[in-house]
């Protein structure tokens, strides 16, 4: 991996982060939480959506909407293990 694409996987990963604390109210981090969040998001979304034959495509808005909804799914997940 050369130091573009991990500066574009980072800032997708902010992105997704930012907007993920923003659908799931409630369960943020803050804003460098939700980033984090969405970092480990894009990590969960690279390796869950292909398994399930979720494919949305390519370039960098397809990777903002993966890394989106493997954001999501963190939040609520970590929303529902604090709630217990």
Do not use: C, D, T, Y
Request: proline share 1%.
């Amino acid at each position: 991996m050369s130091i573009e694409s991990i500066l574009v996987f980072l800032v997708v990963g902010a992105v997704a982060g930012w907007l993920a604390g923003q659908i799931v109210k409630g369960h943020g981090f803050g804003l460098v939480g939700n980033i984090v969040v969405g970092i480990v998001g894009a990590f969960i979304a690279g390796w869950l959506l292909p398994m399930v034959g979720l494919a949305i495509g390519g370039g960098i808005v397809a990777a903002i909407i993966n890394a989106l909804i493997g954001a999501v799914i963190l939040l609520v997940l970590i929303g529902l293990i604090k709630r217990a």
